[in-house]
């Protein structure tokens, strides 16, 4: 079977299209595989041939989705689907196509190919300087990335340069929008955070830190990742140095962690955040396959995804009760004896931290505001990347309260700037906060949620989130999707509310 | 470091060229890794992507090779290097380049298709009727590709309709050069095997036959490939159905083997073979990286290392004399007492068999032979696809003395003709014979082999391949590049003389 979608209009320009775009699909999966397989496979001999590879496929991908011949191709499309319904799946793909053509023709393909190749390149660079903790040596290929990135800026004449980093990741979303969301979500997570810290109680994190053989852990990942609603035949697990999910295809998931030996909670809940991601990518429509529809609306709301997966289900007193078995058998004399509840406890301890991935869910949105405001400083120039280590430093103290001993602890920790991911950070915030607003939907829809949690019945809550978001693929833009669901435009206020409530019962704080 | 060569002459149209061939070379890179990812890590859902996946790349690559920009760029490369030497990368880059040029412009993109489209069906019949050894069930396909591969003969009207199919994979060698060598070697080798059979000696094999579980197994051939010439940083190790190497850059190299639970010849011998393409792959002259000259010569000359390493190096007296402890050490109770040389005598029993695979180094090239005669009657039109079958019976009485008990065991147990692949299997003798003779050249060249290879001193044997050999790629034709090795034209003599004097020795033949 292919996954060729059947029109309900004869369209002939609509079926030279879905070959165009089944190319360009396929330039960017072969991609996408060869970025996988560097990261989880390739021995290092292989890095500088996979630089240019990279850089070819990338290149000849933007060059079809820039192509005279798509433009011509969009035009005649547009006139065949005159008066079908916006939402339809040929009005979609010829929206989204045009968009992303449109945006294609304002880069340069040398540029795309060029950042291709230099963020390869940094990447590796980055993973030795986190190593030896050695920012100097990581700068000049970070300097590099931000002098390409401010050129891929210029490709679009911005309101704010924001704008455009932001675009690549929040389609359509400018800083003026999301600007308000974050400080709103900082400034209240920050008053949640004084009266935890001065309400006194500190709850005990210990059982989930110790000596936990990789194996077991390994173990442990894999068959946590059997208990999620994905098929088997359909997802894959490997170890990474940071762990990310690529799709393959949508029936091809391939899903990274990293095993931290004195720390049990990365092989759980960093494999869940990742799966996922996996769980949303594998529930697009199948008709989308080979499209540009084949993709999240957003890295908000794939994000959103991860961190409903991980936070409100897998970290909720429901499915701990289901998690903690496994725990015990695979380290009887760690979690033989403990409860459920305080399972749930130590999963849940609020305490400001160094390491974003590591964050607790409250401090987590303080390590991004953290980033975040870098980032606008850094493109507005009034930050140079080599001042980035020592604000890094200052702004810690300022979010977090914490002294940062080494690089490797501050500005290296994360892969993001060495990829070029700029604008990426608030998307993990904007997730927390589509989270929020769609777990309280489904809980609404599925009275039996908490039971059927608790019983590892995780298939009515995918199927849910599948009907309502996805399905859909990237159909709509996230600003149209967030008022699809919740009826009006982006807000953090459910969010606080959730972390409130939660916490505030877990440290005892007055309502 | 980027790979790209500096010319000694200003030549404008040449760095072009060396751009388009990177090109055409990542993106058959890329599909390298796809069809590697697609037989070693691939969950099973992602079949049906990966086959559009390949497809689309295999089309982008060969409309690539066939360009008319390709065309005239040749001509104006043609013109700068007027002068340079025959052997340098200059000239060698633009005649090999514009053989290929040529050769792609011949075949029809459609023909190509349609080759790929019923190879790819017929690959997936002949899986299904060989686990039910029904020829019938397959014959409408094999008769569907070899009428397609008639077809494409066709496209280059050859003197002989043999000569179009070998020369995929001995680049200018016919028919009348291959048939006397291959019609030698078997008159040789069947003499040298009734002299075997004849002495009534038996060697002992059964040490290699018992019960080996896959961990040790695999953990075995891990410490095998760590003994021989390769950078560890640039090889790879994984399981797979059908053996095979894949260079994803020249220090990239993917090796696969399979493990067999009751014989350990597999894990070991199957291992070597593959790790010995990949010696040869891995001395490519870097700067030859990103260009068809990055390439074996031929699949004889690809064959004949992978068979050096794995009969003359691994199954000789020296280096399993190297191996043994490695044995002893992983399956102490089978090889814990076993000597060196009854290792030796174990690992060279001839005894003629009706599964090429699993053939020993004499009787392995009467399965060629019976191959290479019925592949030439085929295309003669002296044998139609449907009297296959009673033929390879036939052939195999005459050729092995053995009745083929059901067609799993006879036509059926190759997938070579499923995937269109005729004119392949001669290539596994040429690359005996060429084996022979650069043995004999490096004994003569080393003179302290023997003990080098017994102390697992394998760098000065894989020096000197480099050196004449694997340092070149695909820079000579393979009958240029015999001539350079030996002075002459292809010559089954050394083989033969091999053959004789080691298993003489070990079957107590008279000389």
């Known amino acids: 079977m292919r996954y060729k979608p059947t029109f309900v209009v004869a369209a002939p320009a609509l079926d030279r299209l879905t070959e165009v775009l089944g190319e360009i699909s396929d330039l960017g999966r072969a991609r996408a595989l060869l970025a996988w397989d560097e990261r989880t496979q390739m021995p290092p001999g292989g ?25 011509r191709l969009l035009e005649r499309v547009e006139g065949e689907l005159d008066g079908a319904s916006r939402d339809s799946f040929e009005s979609s793909l010829a929206r989204v196509t045009r968009r992303e053509w449109e945006k294609a023709r304002c880069v340069p393909t040398e540029l795309r190919a060029e950042i291709a190749r230099a963020t390869s390149l940094s990447e590796r660079a980055w993973e030795d300087a986190r190593e030896r903790s050695d920012f100097a040596g990581f700068l000049p290929h970070l300097a590099r990335v931000v002098e390409l990135k401010r050129r891929y800026i210029e490709c679009f004449e911005p309101e704010h340069p924001y704008d455009a980093l932001l675009d690549d990741y929040e389609p359509g979303m400018t800083l003026v929008e999301v600007r308000p969301v974050l400080a709103r979500l900082a400034a209240g997570t920050r008053d949640l955070l004084s009266e935890i ?79 996922g991601h996996a769980i949303y990518h594998n529930g697009y429509g199948r008709e989308l396959e080979r499209t540009l529809l084949c993709a999240s609306v957003s890295l908000g709301f ?11 289900v897998a970290r909720g007193r429901p499915f701990l009760g289901r998690l903690l078995p496994l725990l015990a ?84 920790q994360d892969v993001h700037w060495s990829a070029g991911a700029f604008g990426y950070f608030p998307t993990y915030s904007l997730g927390n906060v589509i989270a929020a607003s769609m777990w309280k939907t489904a809980r609404e829809a599925l009275p039996d949620l908490d039971d059927q949690l608790a019983g590892g019945e995780l298939v009515p809550l995918r199927d849910h989130l599948r009907q309502r978001l996805y399905r859909h693929g990237a159909k709509l833009l996230p600003a149209e999707m967030v008022e699809e669901l919740t ?16 916490h505030g019962t877990l440290y005892g704080l007055a309502d």
């Open 197 to 275: 810290v001065a309400s006194g109680v500190d709850l005990d994190d210990t059982p989930l830190y110790g000596e936990f053989p990789v194996d077991g852990q390994r173990e442990l990942a894999h068959r946590v990742v059997a208990l999620l609603p994905l098929d088997p035949d359909e997802v894959r697990v490997d170890t990474t140095v940071h762990p990310f999910v690529t799709p393959i295809a949508i029936t091809d998931q391939r899903v990274t962690t990293r095993y931290d030996r004195s720390y049990i909670g990365t092989a759980l809940w960093s494999v869940i955040h990742e799966a």
């Open 47 to 71: 890095a500088e041939a996979r630089a240019e590879q990279l850089a070819t496929l990338t290149r000849l991908r933007h060059e079809r989705l820039r192509s005279d011949e798509l433009g």
């Open 302 to 312: 794939d994000e959103s995804q991860s961190r409903l997966w991980e936070n409100w």
């Open 487 to 502: 009826g009006g435009p982006l807000d953090p206020e459910p969010l606080l509310a959730h972390l409130r409530r939660k």
């Open 329 to 412: 058998e695979q380290f009887p004399e760690r979690f033989g004896g403990l409860d459920a509840e305080a399972l749930y406890r130590a999963a849940n301890r609020v305490r400001p931290s160094l390491i974003r991935v590591e964050a607790d869910e409250v401090t987590y949105n303080l390590h991004i505001a953290l980033r975040f405001e870098l980032e606008v400083e850094l493109f507005e120039e009034r930050l140079a990347p080599a001042e980035l280590a020592e604000a890094w430093r200052a702004r810690t103290r300022e979010h977090l309260g914490l002294n940062v001993p080494d690089d490797a602890h501050g500005v290296l």
